[in-house]
């Protein structure tokens, strides 16, 4: 799987987009970009992926760059509760036989009140 | 969707002792995943269990220190044999259901003394 780079922390005040980074330049033709986050002592919690366009679902939009080479998380109005590691991952879509995940070092988001 | 229950949520265990971890799903899946997180880590796969066949191992993990059974389609388990301090660690269950989202336990927390 290709390998992604993030910031290691950001902080977003309550209420604004938090919008969060993820660089993959070496994503292959078949691979998507998925994006989990860990809330504090919990199992990582799926949040969205994509392909090439961009998506959106009730919890964040993924914009991804048209050379795919780069994509931005936004969580539009970002609350308290959405302090969290969030990881970016590249990965083959639903490829049997290798439907692991590697987990780099993430993001630290950080909800200013 | 998956529901994911871990059995213990927490433990602390003495040294050269061994810990059996539970995972059970709420639906049939055909891969489960054991992931460990050191503190202040990431997560990192220590195999992949499939229904009526031996777990597929991550380099650096072995067997003899983390067995896993997968006697159903809906349950695992993974001991931490002969534990040592450098277990201590939050070992989490994952699964995919339906989608291509992966879905994980609470996690279970182990602290060896």
């Known amino acids: 799987d290709a390998k992604t780079t993030q910031p290691p922390s950001m902080d977003c005040a309550e209420g604004r987009a938090a919008n969060l980074p993820c660089n993959h330049s070496?994503?292959?033709?078949?691979?998507?970009v998925y994006w989990y986050r860990q809330i504090h002592s919990q199992g990582p919690q799926y949040i969205i992926h994509?392909?090439?366009n961009n998506e959106t679902n009730e919890m964040a939009s993924l914009i991804i760059t048209e050379d795919r080479k780069s994509s931005t998380l936004i969580l539009p109005h970002a609350t308290l509760r959405d302090t969290a590691v969030y990881y970016c991952?590249?990965?083959?879509?639903?490829?049997?036989?290798?439907?692991?995940?590697?987990f780099g070092t993430g993001t630290r988001l950080t909800i200013i009140p | 969707s998956a529901v994911i229950s871990q059995k213990p949520s927490r433990d602390i265990c003495q040294r050269g002792t061994s810990l059996t971890i539970q995972c059970q799903v709420d639906?049939?899946?055909?891969?489960m995943f054991w992931y460990r997180q050191q503190p202040g880590q990431s997560l990192t796969l220590i195999a992949t269990?499939?229904?009526?066949?031996?777990?597929?191992?991550e380099s650096g993990f072995v067997i003899d220190k983390f067995p896993i059974s997968r006697p159903n389609l809906t349950f695992s388990t993974l001991t931490v044999s002969n534990m040592s301090p450098e277990d201590s660690s939050i070992y989490l269950c994952?699964?995919?259901?339906?989608?291509?989202?992966?879905?994980f336990g609470q996690g279970t927390r182990l602290t060896v003394v």
């Open positions: 994952s699964v995919r259901s339906g989608g291509t989202e992966a879905f």
């Open positions: 070496t994503i292959s033709g078949n691979e998507y």
């Open positions: 994509g392909l090439k």
């Open positions: 991952i590249v990965r083959p879509y639903a490829n049997f036989g290798n439907e692991k995940l590697t």
């Open positions: 639906s049939q899946v055909t891969m």
């Open positions: 269990a499939n229904q009526g066949s031996e777990a597929t191992y």
